[in-house]
């Protein structure tokens, strides 16, 4: 990326230098691809998963359908049919099938697994669905990307959404692949980049974190985090564990402390220098109960009461442990002030 920055890198201009930014540019669709499962013709670079989202929603020529955990960025990408979830955050099938069959969309979005409680969707299934009555499938794969397989093949969708800085790659970069032949309609026109699926000059030293972070993915990290999570849930007995019934990322652990407001726990887990999240982190600062908890049937004081611990790669036991013990500090002070003596 320092190297791009430092010179001019315009894949579009015709000197040398351009030359040289066509190559990088070209080198990082290949590694991009690849972690796709799509042909690098079938990548477009975008401005991150929200764009890529809007990007692929937008290639629905009909009725849209979308689950009721999805990103922001797809539940107000425009109107769209509410797909239910159960108790455990996961698509329901019975419901899924009357909306397949009343609304006939031309388009489901269902993410590969969700931002806020980790728990996966069963997509390979959605697919088959929605390819019996001819509606495409998008995955948004941002979260999901680097923690569990998200290759086109593998997901059996016709578009996937996937952001750099979920995986330790810069903000601001995303990529939306597409299945073979399906000819993308951009929604940002003016000038012939990226086949012309993407007006602007693309941001080179972006697109090639994004690949540089993509070739640095490490398949056993997953099995690792996943140790650390099951450590920190046993560490926390008196804590409600979202969506405990379904299959769930390794690194996403979402808590409930009844009756103490997220906000509260965030600011005390915070003077013991512990970051955590409450509700959507993309959305942080505004504190309302989280869409996803009441899609999954919690009521407004649960919802309002659950933080979202993520690890990652530099987390370690010891982290865990502090974890452990700042929480447990606070689950002990709530107990104490709502006992009557
Ligand atoms: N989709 C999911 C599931 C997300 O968690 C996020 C944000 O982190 C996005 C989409 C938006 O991605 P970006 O921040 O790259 O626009």
């Given at each position: 990326?320092?190297?791009?920055?430092?010179?001019?890198?315009?894949?579009?201009?015709?000197?040398?230098?351009?030359?040289?930014?066509?190559?990088?540019?070209?080198?990082?669709?290949?590694?991009?691809?690849?972690?796709?499962?799509?042909?690098?013709?079938?990548?477009?670079?975008?401005?991150?998963?929200?764009?890529?989202?809007?990007?692929?929603?937008?290639?629905?020529?009909?009725?849209?359908?979308?689950?009721?955990?999805?990103?922001?960025?797809?539940?107000?990408?425009?109107?769209?049919?509410?797909?239910?979830?159960?108790?455990?955050?996961?698509?329901?099938?019975?419901?899924?099938?009357?909306?397949?069959?009343?609304?006939?969309?031309?388009?489901?979005?269902?993410?590969?697994?969700?931002?806020?409680?980790?728990?996966?969707?069963?997509?390979?299934?959605?697919?088959?669905?929605?390819?019996?009555?001819?509606?495409?499938?998008?995955?948004?794969?941002?979260?999901?990307?680097?923690?569990?397989?998200?290759?086109?093949?593998?997901?059996?969708?016709?578009?996937?959404?996937?952001?750099?800085?979920?995986?330790?790659?810069?903000?601001?970069?995303?990529?939306?692949?597409?299945?073979p032949g399906l000819a993308l309609r951009p929604l940002?026109?003016?000038?012939?980049?990226?086949?012309?699926?993407?007006?602007?000059?693309?941001?080179?030293p972006g697109i090639v974190g994004f690949a540089s972070?993509?070739?640095?993915?490490?398949?056993?990290?997953?099995?690792?985090?996943?140790?650390?999570?099951?450590?920190?849930?046993?560490?926390?007995?008196?804590?409600?564990?979202?969506?405990?019934?379904?299959?769930?990322?390794?690194?996403?652990?979402?808590?409930?402390?009844?009756?103490?407001?997220?906000e509260v726990q965030l600011m005390r887990l915070d003077?013991?220098?512990?970051?955590?999240?409450?509700?959507?982190?993309?959305?942080?600062?505004?504190?309302?109960?989280?869409?996803?908890?009441?899609?999954?049937?919690?009521?407004?004081?649960?919802?309002?009461?659950?933080?979202?611990?993520?690890?990652?790669?530099?987390?370690?036991?010891?982290?865990?442990?502090?974890?452990?013990?700042?929480?447990?500090?606070?689950?002990?002070?709530?107990?104490?002030?709502?006992?009557?003596?």
């Amino acid at each position: 990326m320092a190297e791009v920055m430092a010179g001019p890198a315009n894949p579009s201009s015709v000197h040398a230098a351009g030359r040289r930014a066509l190559s990088r540019l070209r080198h990082a669709r290949d590694i991009t691809a690849m972690a796709m499962g799509a042909a690098p013709e079938d990548v477009v670079f975008t401005s991150g998963g929200t764009e890529a989202n809007r990007l692929a929603l937008a290639q629905a020529d009909g009725p849209v359908a979308v689950s009721a955990v999805e990103h922001a960025s797809v539940l107000e990408a425009g109107p769209a049919a509410l797909i239910p979830v159960d108790a455990d955050g996961v698509v329901d099938f019975d419901r899924l099938d009357d909306l397949l069959c009343s609304l006939r969309p031309a388009l489901v979005s269902v993410m590969a697994a969700n931002n806020e409680t980790g728990v996966i969707q069963p997509v390979v299934e959605i697919a088959r669905r929605c390819r019996a009555i001819g509606a495409l499938l998008h995955v948004d794969a941002v979260q999901a990307l680097g923690k569990m397989p998200t290759d086109m093949l593998a997901l059996g969708a016709d578009l996937v959404t996937v952001s750099a800085h979920k995986i330790g790659g810069p903000p601001g970069v995303g990529a939306l692949a597409h299945r073979p032949g399906l000819a993308l309609r951009p929604l940002q026109r003016g000038g012939g980049q990226e086949m012309g699926r993407r007006a602007g000059t693309e941001n080179l030293p972006g697109i090639v974190g994004f690949a540089s972070a993509l070739s640095s993915i490490e398949a056993a990290e997953a099995g690792r985090v996943a140790v650390l999570r099951d450590r920190l849930e046993a560490g926390v007995p008196f804590a409600t564990v979202v969506g405990q019934g379904a299959a769930r990322l390794a690194n996403t652990s979402c808590l409930i402390l009844g009756g103490v407001r997220a906000e509260v726990q965030l600011m005390r887990l915070d003077l013991d220098g512990i970051m955590v999240s409450a509700g959507a982190a993309c959305s942080s600062g505004k504190v309302a109960a989280s869409h996803v908890l009441t899609a999954m049937g919690l009521d407004e004081v649960a919802a309002r009461s659950a933080i979202r611990v993520s690890l990652g790669w530099a987390s370690t036991a010891q982290d865990v442990d502090r974890f452990i013990e700042s929480y447990s500090r606070l689950a002990g002070l709530a107990t104490r002030a709502a006992s009557p003596t």
